[in-house]
């Protein structure tokens, strides 16, 4: 590269910047060795192979530090929760005689104010319907319920409500489920019907 940056100066001897042709010489092998050594190959793949590794080891000792972790969403929010062992009522059981059973909550005291969620998935033995609810508690009070047990006490609920999807796989249960807000649906009974909140939302929860 310093002998073609010379001869663009147009200085030197002709001799030292053509060949016996006029041609400028080929760059030196010591010259490409430099310019690969100037910029380092980057192995793409590797680089996120390598970054999902170490997202997969982030979560893991989540799970190894706090027992599971969950996190759900419904309409534009999303909440995270972990297994928090100290909490009296806090279990994740990703084998609960071949279903999925887990209690998450967002506080270790259960004397102070803290969200729950809870889940129940049958399976093998454990035939219960499928249910989940969340209860809010830190961010003004709210009860999200998809269970379609619901109907067996309100027959009028829209029909829909209760876990549409779900799958587990190992140690980590995952779907899909319609959400009622409970106290909107004892007050659109009470009167207005268009108080109902419903809300389509997704759940994911790895036990250790």
């Known amino acids: 590269m310093a002998a073609l940056v010379f001869a663009a100066c147009g200085g030197g001897d002709e001799d030292s910047t053509t060949d016996a042709r006029g041609d400028e010489p080929a760059a030196s092998d ?8 100037e910029t380092p190959s980057i192995d793409v793949d590797a680089d996120v192979d390598e970054l999902v590794e170490d997202a997969e080891e982030l979560l893991d000792a989540m799970v190894d ?5 969950g996190v759900i969403t419904i309409g534009a929010e999303t909440w995270e929760f972990t297994l928090l062992p100290d909490h009296i009522l806090a279990s ?16 270790d005291d259960i004397m102070e104010t803290g969200d729950t969620l809870a889940l129940t998935l049958p399976g ?33 609920l829209p029909p829909g409500i209760g876990v549409t999807n779900f799958s ?3 140690n980590t249960a995952s779907g899909t489920a319609t959400f009622f807000e409970e106290e909107s649906w004892f007050q659109s009974r009470a009167g207005d019907a268009s108080l109902l909140q419903i809300e389509e939302g997704t759940f994911q929860i790895t036990c250790g």
């Open 65 to 69: 530090d706090h027992g599971g972790v």
């Open 92 to 107: 994740c059981d990703a084998d609960f005689f071949g279903g999925f059973f887990a209690i998450l909550t967002s506080n």
């Open 168 to 170: 587990i796989d190992g």
């Open 30 to 37: 010591d010259a490409e060795q430099s310019d690969d050594a």
């Open 124 to 156: 093998g033995d454990f035939t219960d319907p499928p249910q989940v609810t969340l209860n809010i508690q830190t961010a003004g009070e709210a009860e999200w319920i998809a269970d379609e047990t619901w109907y067996e006490r309100y027959p009028d």
